[in-house]
Nanobody, 115 residues
Framework: QVQLVESGGGLVQPGGSLRLSCTTS????????LAWYRQAPGKERELVARISALGSTNYQDSVKGRFGVSRDLLKNTMYLQMNNLKADDTAVYYC?????????WGQGTQVTVSS
């Protein structure tokens, strides 16, 4: 069974930075599309950033220029660097992997942006 383990969430002041990580013990990242989603209270889960199997990236408009998605295939780890955080970024963040073997989700990590 594939398990995705997220870390790096927490409480940060507006304008601050966090880096989320998502790792697995299985070598499933290569050849897979990797993504970060988030879900704020009372809202639907939404795509934040995505990196394709070939390495191209795309972002939700609200995070362009502030967030960066990356991966380390040797470490089976993906990252979401979040800079200049805003209160509207407060949400539970989930990593997602779409591989030839199936789709997998992390358990979620809370990010709270507040002064």
């Amino acid at each position: 069974q594939v398990q995705l383990v997220e870390s790096g969430g927490g409480l940060v002041q507006p304008g601050g930075s966090l880096r989320l990580s998502c790792t697995t013990s299985r070598s499933i990242f290569s050849g897979s599309a990797l993504a970060w989603y988030r879900q704020a209270p009372g809202k639907e889960r939404e795509l934040v950033a995505r990196i394709s199997a070939l390495g191209s990236t795309n972002y939700q408009d609200s995070v362009k220029g502030r967030f960066g998605v990356s991966r380390d295939l040797l470490k089976n780890t993906m990252y979401l660097q979040m800079n200049n955080l805003k209160a509207d970024d407060t949400a539970v963040y989930y990593c997602n992997v779409v591989s030839p073997r199936g789709q997998y989700w992390g358990q979620g990590t809370q990010v709270t942006v507040s002064s």
